[in-house]
C-alpha cells in the first residue's frame, strides 16, 4: 500500500497552460505539504495544510492554488505555466514528526 | 527567516571510511531535527531523527549528534558502502504543531568503491 501518492508522475505542458496535480495519504495524518525540487535538488516548500486548512504559503506565486478536500488529499493547480515552473514537486504528509514523502511529479514546461 | 545550512555540499569516500554532513540551524525554537536519504529518482526518505533533548542517536552505521547550544547537528556514517552513494538532506522544525520543515540544501554523497 502506498503511504503518499501523487499523481501524474510525469506532465510536460507548454507554456501558458494549466495543470493540476494530485496527492492522497492514506496514514491518517492531519498535516500535507507541498514542496518543489528545483534542478540543484534544493527542497522548497510551497504551502502546507493542516486539517485543510491552510497554514502557510511560502511566497508562492498566485498562480499556484493549492486545494484540500479533505485532510487525505491535497491537490496542486497551476495557471499560466512559466518555464521557471519545471521542477520535481513533492507533496508530503506528517502527524508528529517524520514526514513522508510521495514519488513526486516531474513537471517540464516547453 | 528560518535557515538551516548544510555542508559539504558534496562528498567523496571511499568504501569503508566515515563520512561526515554538517548543519546549521537558525530557529532556536526548533527542537526536532530529522535526516533524509534521496537516491537517483527517488522521494526523500528518513533515515534518522533527534530531538532536542538527546545530544547523540544511533542506528547502526549512522549516527546524529546535536549541539543544542552552537545550533549544530551532524550525521556520521561509518563503514561506508556504495548503496550509501545518494543526495542526504538535513531539515530542522518545531516538533508539536510541524507544519513547516526547514531543509538544508543537500549533500551529493559517493561513495567509491
Known amino acids: 500500500d502506498t503511504a503518499v501518492s501523487q499523481t501524474p508522475k510525469y506532465l510536460v505542458t507548454q507554456m501558458g497552460n494549466d495543470k493540476s496535480i494530485k496527492c492522497e495519504q492514506n496514514?491518517?495524518?492531519?498535516?500535507m505539504y507541498w514542496y518543489k525540487q528545483d534542478s540543484k535538488k534544493f527542497l522548497k516548500i510551497m504551502f502546507s495544510?493542516?486539517?485543510?486548512?491552510?497554514?502557510i504559503n511560502e511566497t508562492v506565486p498566485n498562480r499556484f492554488s493549492p486545494k484540500s478536500p479533505d485532510k487525505a488529499h491535497l491537490n496542486l493547480h497551476i495557471n499560466s505555466l512559466e518555464l521557471g515552473d519545471s521542477a520535481v514537486y513533492f507533496c508530503?504528509?506528517?502527524?508528529?514528526?517524520?514526514?513522508?514523502f510521495g514519488q513526486g511529479t516531474r513537471l517540464t514546461v516547453v | 527567516g528560518e535557515n538551516v545550512e548544510q555542508h559539504p555540499s558534496t562528498l567523496s569516500v571511499q568504501e569503508g571510511d566515515s563520512a561526515v554532513i554538517k548543519c546549521t540551524y537558525s530557529d532556536s525554537a526548533s527542537n526536532y531535527f530529522p535526516w533524509y536519504k534521496q537516491e537517483l529518482g527517488k522521494r526523500p526518505q528518513l533515515i534518522i531523527d533527534?530531538?532536542?533533548?538527546?545530544g547523540e542517536k544511533k542506528d547502526q552505521r549512522i549516527a546524529v549528534t546535536l549541539n543544542k547550544t552552537a545550533k549544530h547537528f551532524s550525521l556520521h556514517i561509518t563503514e561506508t558502502q556504495p548503496e550509501d552513494s545518494a543526495v542526504y538532506f538535513c531539515?530542522?522544525?518545531?516538533?508539536?504543531?510541524?507544519?513547516?520543515?526547514?531543509f538544508g540544501t543537500g549533500t551529493r554523497l559517493k561513495v567509491l568503491a
Open positions: 533527534i530531538r532536542s533533548n538527546v
Open positions: 495544510y493542516n486539517n485543510k486548512e491552510l497554514i
Open positions: 531539515a530542522a522544525s518545531r516538533a508539536s504543531g510541524t507544519y513547516k520543515y526547514i
Open positions: 508530503a504528509s506528517s502527524s508528529d514528526t517524520e514526514a513522508f
Open positions: 496514514l491518517g495524518h492531519d498535516t
